[in-house]
């Protein structure tokens, strides 16, 4: 089966790291995501608002403190430049679409806008690498 969605993550941790409006949000935020595209995991962690680690792959042990998983499918409605209502918060996709939004939430609420900040430059990454392509 074709990959649909293979996420940028040199770019997209570069993008987050240079984003001033994640910094000033995420400034004493300690966490680690996953996200689930598919099949695929992807890991990011965030020490004091800034991403040090993401990437692509698991050894099985990976720990994470907030989780975003969905199948593909979902991954491309998100990731699209103006989504459709209901895909362009994770929140509410959560709510609505196949998108599981799970782990500390009391954190992830603490940052919610961090977490947009993420969503906003994963796209812009997604959608910079599709069309170079």
């Known amino acids: ?3 649909l969605v293979d996420l940028p993550t040199l770019a997209i941790k570069n993008a987050l790291n240079s984003d001033k409006e994640f910094r000033l949000s995420a400034r004493y935020w300690y966490c ?15 020490k004091d608002g800034e991403v040090s680690t993401f ?3 698991s050894d099985g ?6 989780n975003f998983s969905a199948p ?3 991954w491309l409605e998100t990731l699209q430049i103006k989504p ?7 929140f509410a996709a959560s709510m609505h679409h196949a998108l599981d939004f799970g782990g500390d939430l009391e954190s992830a609420y603490a940052y919610y806008y961090s977490i947009r900040r993420i ?13 170079a392509a």
């Open 1 to 3: 089966m074709k990959i």
């Open 119 to 131: 969503h906003h430059c994963m796209a812009t990454c997604f959608n910079a690498q599709k069309i």
């Open 55 to 57: 990437v692509k792959g």
């Open 61 to 66: 042990f990976d720990p994470y403190t907030i």
């Open 84 to 90: 459709k209502p209901f895909y362009h918060d994770w």
């Open 32 to 46: 680690d995501l996953r996200f689930g595209v598919g099949e695929d995991f992807y890991y990011m962690t965030i």
């Open 72 to 74: 593909e499918d979902f």
